[in-house]
């Protein structure tokens, strides 16, 4: 029976073994990895996929927006740009904050990352600012954004790509209770799998 079960798991090409492989696949990454990583980096939310461009380093369509934007700038169509261009339009923001362009340059995924990464989490209560956190916000997922003030008993975060920290988000006054994990590791493009199969879903709900 066991025989018979292994070869139409692995060795079958019908529709019925595919479907099952899927499925098998889900329990085991819902289950056993994922659990399994929660407790290895000490947080529920050990991966995330980014599914907004909050913190892209170029010009987008961020979001709903209509106009292809970059910190309070409009361009007529997107645009990539490398680290020297993204300061000249958005370091006055950092600056009137007292982050300075050296120090900026020294904090984790200074480049930013894009909609369909995959980030890997850990949970800890050493936070600085320059680390990018996920946190609980007004907001139907968890937000992904960069600690730009330490306060004495919350922290203050902004999306590279946006012109400021929003408060309708709750990122001006994050308490330290709400922040999910820590961003330590970036895998671009994978997290487009997931952002797939929930447009997917979506679309049949409608």
């Known amino acids: 029976m066991f025989k018979?079960?292994?070869?139409?798991?692995w060795h079958d090409d019908s529709l019925l073994s595919w479907v099952v492989n899927v499925a098998l696949a889900f329990v085991i990454v819902k289950f056993l990895i994922y659990p399994g990583l929660?407790?290895?980096?000490?947080?529920?939310?050990?991966?995330?996929?980014v599914v907004s461009c909050?913190?892209?380093?170029?010009?987008?369509?961020?979001?709903?927006?209509?106009?292809?934007?970059?910190?309070?700038?409009?361009?007529?169509?997107?645009?990539?740009?490398?680290?020297?261009?993204y300061w000249d339009y958005c370091g006055e923001?950092?600056?009137?904050?007292?982050?300075?362009?050296k120090e900026f340059e020294s904090f984790p995924m200074k480049n930013g990352f894009n909609k369909g990464d995959i980030i890997f989490l850990y949970g800890?209560?050493?936070?600085?600012?320059g680390d990018i956190i996920v946190f609980k916000g007004n907001s139907a997922n968890p937000i992904i954004h960069r600690i730009v003030k330490v306060k004495?008993?919350?922290?203050?975060?902004?999306?590279?790509?946006?012109?400021?920290?929003?408060a309708q988000l709750s990122e001006t006054n994050i308490n330290p209770n709400d922040v999910l994990g820590k961003a330590f590791l970036r895998i671009p493009y994978l997290g487009w799998i997931k952002i797939g199969f929930t447009d997917l879903i979506n679309l049949f709900r409608r």
Not at 54 to 83: A, D, Q, W, Y
Not at 93 to 101: F, K, S, T, V
Not at 152 to 166: A, C, I, L, R, V
């Open 93 to 101: 923001w950092y600056e009137d904050i007292g982050i300075e362009r």
């Open 124 to 129: 800890t209560n050493n936070l600085r600012e």
């Open 38 to 49: 929660g407790l290895i980096f000490n947080t529920q939310l050990p991966v995330v996929a």
């Open 152 to 166: 004495e008993n919350s922290y203050q975060t902004k999306g590279d790509h946006n012109p400021d920290s929003f």
């Open 54 to 85: 909050s913190m892209e380093h170029g010009f987008t369509n961020c979001g709903e927006k209509k106009e292809v934007t970059l910190c309070r700038e409009i361009l007529p169509e997107n645009k990539k740009i490398n680290f020297n261009e």
């Open 4 to 9: 018979k079960l292994w070869r139409f798991i």
